[in-house]
């Protein structure tokens, strides 16, 4: 099966700008969960979605950041305006059971905000 | 709040010797620990994954234990090799916040050859 994609790879963008990552998840996992890793930190939750309702959005740094699943598909995290903290690693992990299974990570997008 | 420590933060082997990572967390209210790997500008990969009700679990050279009541984890590879080199994260999926993972920094491990 595909594992979980997410583009692009890599983004450079200048403080101020807008900035979407995408991340498809596995088909047919119900769970998708958004991290990121800021330079020299540990990796950080950032929000939870059950389908196309957020479980979980504890984790989000402040309301510059807006994570959308339409459908129950794929899901979208934006960033407006992007700040030079924003820069790091933002990860997509799904899973197919809540609480039970492990979880399959994307390989990240990796953000820099100059 | 649920903290996950890992020791060492770096390691460097010769080729062939067996070895331990740590992982330590703070509540032992867990559904279960993950140990995943992560090579420079990749994504993270599963390794083993520990059920709360289980001590161990083993793929290949990879032996992971977990002691839940005393909060404590161990990565044992045995037979290390310069293919093994990466960065080992140890999380744990806390009951109190539902279906977050709880990361550690992570230890970085170079192998050589």
């Known amino acids: 099966e595909a594992g979980v994609t997410q583009f692009p790879s890599h983004s450079v963008i200048e403080k101020g700008q807008t900035v979407t990552l995408r991340c498809d998840p596995i088909?047919?996992?119900?769970?998708l969960y958004w991290y990121r890793r800021v330079m020299g930190k540990e990796i950080k939750f950032l929000l939870h979605?059950?389908?196309?309702?957020?479980?979980?959005e504890s984790g989000m740094p402040n309301n510059r950041f807006l994570a959308e699943r339409t459908g129950g598909t794929y899901s979208t995290l934006k960033v407006q305006p992007a700040e030079l903290e924003d820069s790091g690693v933002y990860f997509c992990?799904?899973?197919?059971?809540?609480?039970?299974?492990?979880?399959?990570f994307g390989s990240g997008t990796r953000l820099t905000v100059v | 709040k649920q903290e996950v420590t890992q020791i060492p933060a770096a390691l460097s082997v010769p080729e062939g010797e067996n070895l331990v990572l740590n992982c330590s967390f703070t509540?032992?209210?867990?559904?279960?620990l993950q140990w995943f790997r992560q090579d420079p500008g990749k994504g993270l990969t599963s390794l083993l994954l520990?059920?709360?009700?289980?001590r161990e679990q083993t793929s290949g050279r990879l032996n992971a234990s977990l002691d839940k009541s005393s909060g404590r984890s161990t990565l044992y590879i045995a037979a290390s090799q310069p293919g093994d080199s990466a960065t080992y994260l140890c999380?744990?999926?806390?009951?109190?916040?539902?279906?977050?993972?709880?990361f550690g920094a992570g230890t970085i491990l170079r192998v050589k050859s």
């Open positions: 992990a799904s899973s197919q059971v809540t609480g039970v299974y492990g979880y399959t």
């Open positions: 088909s047919g996992h119900d769970n």
């Open positions: 520990i059920q709360s009700s289980q």
């Open positions: 509540d032992s209210a867990i559904y279960n």
């Open positions: 999380a744990v999926s806390p009951m109190e916040y539902g279906n977050k993972l709880v």
């Open positions: 979605f059950v389908k196309e309702s957020k479980q979980d």
